[in-house]
C-alpha cells in the first residue's frame, strides 16, 4: 500500500510541476526538454528573478544544432560533435545542471532529477570546449592555487589579514580566518568549494524544508575557484549566472569587480583615460552582443575584452585577434610583476617558477628573469604584434610606435625606482635592522611593498591603457613612488641611529 502512495504522490508531483511548466514552454521560442520545464515550473515561483534572467539569455532562444550551422566567425560554441540529447532542446536549467554527476561530490537528487549545485568549467567544456581549455591554461583559472600555494603571496595575504593584538608595545598576529580570506583577497581569487555532507535548510517559501548539499565556501564568485568536480575556475565570474551574456562580459564593469586601485588600478585608470571617456559617452550606441565584434562598427573605442579576448575583424571580415579566453594569451610583458616587470609565464600555474636564488618569484631581488618559466623574445613580439593590430584598426603606426615606446620607457624607469627600494629593504635585512623571517610584517617593509605593488603599478598601468596622467603622477604615481622612498630611507637611517 505504501508503495503505491509513494508511486501516486510522484506521479502528482510530475503532474504539477509539468502542468506548471506549461507557462515556460509557452515563453520560449525553442523547445524546452521535459526536465528543464519541471525546473522552471518550480523555479518561476521561488526564485523567479533567476527563471526571467535565463529566459533573457541565448541559451533559451538558440537550439545547439541551429548554433553549429553558422558561419564559423559568428559561432558562439566550438564542439564538434555535441550529446545527441543537447540538439533538440534549448540549454536550459537541466542541460546546465546535470552535466558529468559522477563527477560532481554536489550533485544530489531533487525533485526526481540528479542536479548539481555548482555548474563548473568542466561543464560549460561540454558546448564550448576550446574556450574551457584556454582558460583551463591561464593565469586565472589557477588564481586561488597561485595566493594559497605560493609562499611568498600566501605570506603576504596571511599578514595583511587577521586580527592583531598589541602585547607590551608588540604587535601578535592571529592568522585570518577562513571567512576572512572569503571576504579579501579569495574573494577575487576564488576559494575551495567542498561537500561536507547534506544538510536540510528552510527555503522560506511554501517548499518548507529541503535537503540540499552543505557547500563550504558558497556563495563564491572567485574566478579561480575550486570546484566539487575537481575543476578550476568560474565561467560565471565574466558571464553571470543566469543570463551567461557576452554583453556582460565585455563591458569594463565586469573586469572593474576586482582590477581596482591600489594594487590593479585598470578600471580607475580606463575611466580617466580617453578610450574610457568614449566609453563612458557613446556606448549605448554600440553592438555588444555582435559576433565577430566588428572595430568601428560594433564599437569605437575598445574595452578590456578589446585588447584581451575578444575576437575583433575590421569592416571587411578581417580577422584582427582570435577568440582566447587565456587572458594573457596576448600579453608579452607581466606589467604586474612579483617585483619587476618581466615576460609572461609559461604557465598559468606560476607556482612552479623558480628563481635563480630559490625563491617563488620570476626575478631575482636585483631583477634577473627566471627565463626558463617565461616566453621568450620572439613569442614577446608574436603577442606584441597582435596588440598592434588590434591599435591599428584606429590609430596610425606612427601613434602606435610612440605609445609602445613610452610604455617601454615607463616599464624601464619604474624597474629602477623598484630596484632602488629593493636595495634600501635588503641592506636593511642584511645590516639587522629588520628580519627577514617575515617579509611584510616590518613598517619598511610595508613601504617597499607599497613600491611595487601600488605606486609602480599605477604608472605602467596608465602608461599602458593610453593615458590616465593622474594616475601616472600625483594620484599613485611617480609623486607617491619618490615620497615613499625618502621615507625609506628616513626610517633606515633612524633605526640604525636607534640600534647602535
Not at 580570506?181 to 517548499?207: F, I, N, Q
Not at 565586469?254 to 591600489?262: D, R
Not at 568614449?278 to 556606448?283: L, R, T
Request: neutral net charge; contains cysteine.
Amino acid at each position: 500500500m505504501s508503495r503505491h502512495i509513494f508511486v501516486s504522490l510522484h506521479v502528482l508531483l510530475f503532474l504539477f510541476l509539468y502542468i506548471a511548466g506549461a507557462h515556460a514552454k509557452e515563453s520560449s521560442t525553442v523547445p524546452l526538454s521535459e526536465q528543464t520545464q519541471s525546473c522552471l515550473g518550480c523555479h518561476r515561483i521561488y526564485t523567479p528573478g533567476i527563471v526571467e534572467d535565463w529566459y533573457s539569455s541565448r541559451h533559451s532562444k538558440t537550439l545547439l544544432k541551429t548554433a553549429l550551422q553558422k558561419p564559423a566567425l559568428a559561432r558562439r560554441v566550438s564542439v564538434d560533435n555535441p550529446p545527441d540529447d543537447l540538439t533538440e532542446y534549448a540549454v536550459g536549467c537541466y542541460e546546465c545542471h546535470s552535466q558529468n554527476p559522477e563527477k560532481h561530490e554536489d550533485n544530489f537528487q531533487h525533485m526526481g532529477y540528479k542536479i548539481n549545485v555548482v555548474v563548473s568549467p568542466n561543464d560549460c567544456k561540454t558546448c564550448h570546449p576550446i574556450e574551457a581549455n584556454q582558460f583551463s591554461d591561464s593565469k586565472k583559472a589557477y588564481a586561488i592555487k597561485i595566493l594559497l600555494e605560493n609562499p611568498v603571496f600566501s605570506t603576504l595575504t596571511s599578514t595583511i589579514t587577521g586580527i592583531k593584538n598589541a602585547d607590551n608595545n608588540k604587535i601578535i598576529s592571529q592568522p585570518p580566518s577562513e571567512q576572512t580570506l572569503h571576504e579579501t583577497c579569495l574573494g577575487c581569487h576564488g576559494t575551495k568549494v567542498k561537500v561536507k555532507g547534506m544538510k536540510k535548510v528552510y527555503t522560506g517559501t511554501k517548499m518548507g524544508v529541503i535537503t540540499v548539499p552543505d557547500l563550504t565556501n558558497w556563495p563564491n564568485q572567485g574566478v579561480g575557484r575550486e570546484n566539487p568536480d575537481g575543476s578550476l575556475g568560474s565561467c560565471a565570474a565574466c558571464h553571470s549566472r543566469h543570463s551567461f551574456s557576452i554583453e556582460i562580459a565585455r563591458k569594463p564593469y565586469t573586469c572593474a569587480q576586482c582590477h581596482l586601485e591600489p594594487d590593479v588600478p585598470a578600471w580607475n585608470v580606463y575611466k580617466e583615460s580617453k578610450h574610457g571617456n568614449i566609453f563612458s559617452s557613446k556606448y549605448l550606441e554600440w553592438d555588444f552582443k555582435s559576433v565577430p565584434w566588428t572595430a568601428g562598427k560594433d564599437f569605437k573605442a575598445p574595452t578590456c575584452a578589446t585588447c584581451h579576448n575578444s575576437l575583433i575583424v575590421s569592416p571587411d571580415g578581417d580577422v584582427v585577434a582570435e577568440r582566447t579566453h587565456d587572458f594573457g594569451a596576448r600579453l608579452w610583458v607581466r606589467i604586474f610583476g612579483l617585483i619587476y616587470t618581466h615576460p609572461q609565464p609559461k604557465s598559468g600555474d606560476t607556482t612552479i617558477i623558480k628563481n635563480k636564488d630559490g625563491l617563488p618569484l620570476p626575478t631575482t631581488f636585483n631583477g634577473e628573469p627566471a627565463s626558463e618559466y617565461l616566453i621568450d623574445k620572439s613569442e614577446q613580439e608574436k603577442r606584441l604584434n597582435v596588440f598592434v593590430k588590434v591599435c591599428n584598426t584606429c590609430h596610425s603606426t606612427q601613434w602606435i610606435n610612440g605609445h609602445f615606446e613610452k610604455l617601454e620607457n615607463t616599464i624601464r624607469e619604474t624597474d629602477k625606482m623598484t630596484l632602488t627600494a629593493t636595495k634600501l629593504i635588503t641592506d636593511a635585512w642584511g645590516n639587522g635592522i629588520e628580519n627577514k623571517a617575515n617579509p611584510f610584517d616590518e613598517s619598511i617593509e610595508k613601504m617597499w611593498v607599497k613600491q611595487w605593488l601600488f605606486y609602480t603599478n599605477s604608472i605602467r598601468y596608465a602608461s599602458a591603457m593610453t593615458g590616465a596622467p593622474d594616475y601616472a603622477s600625483f594620484k599613485l604615481g611617480w609623486w607617491e613612488m619618490t615620497r615613499n622612498l625618502e621615507e625609506m630611507k628616513d626610517f633606515v637611517n633612524l633605526k640604525s641611529r636607534t640600534n647602535k
